[in-house]
């Protein structure tokens, strides 16, 4: 129900001309583009939350599962030639 849902956005011009040239650039509405502008964002969120994740510790075994102790490893670093 929620998604057949309209509203409007009051934007200031400059604003509004923006996102209209990057909705024609990629050949999508307006609400597309928005759309497409949150999913990106998202994603950036996402994968900045997992390097941090990465950065402030160790990988720990949950102790729910201590079959699977011998993997745990020490701290993991964000950058490095893991990465390449």
């Known amino acids: 129900?929620?998604?057949?849902?309209?509203?409007?956005v009051s934007l200031d011009s400059n604003l509004r001309d923006r996102l209209?040239?990057?909705?024609?650039?990629?050949?999508?509405?307006?609400?597309?583009?928005i759309e497409a502008l949150l999913e990106a964002a998202d994603e950036r969120e996402f994968w900045v939350d997992v390097q941090r994740g990465y950065a402030?510790?160790?990988?720990?075994?949950?102790?729910?599962?201590?079959e699977y102790a011998h993997l745990?490893?020490?701290r993991?670093?964000?950058?490095?030639?893991?990465n390449t």
């Not at 929620?2 to 409007?8: E, Q, V, Y």
């Not at 209209?20 to 583009?33: G, K, L, P, Q």
């Open 20 to 33: 209209a040239a990057s909705a024609a650039r990629h050949n999508r509405t307006m609400a597309e583009e």
């Open 1 to 8: 129900m929620l998604g057949a849902m309209k509203t409007t």
């Open 76 to 82: 993991i670093p964000a950058e490095g030639a893991h």
């Open 56 to 66: 402030v510790g160790d990988v720990t075994v949950d102790d729910d599962y201590p």
């Open 72 to 74: 745990s490893v020490g």
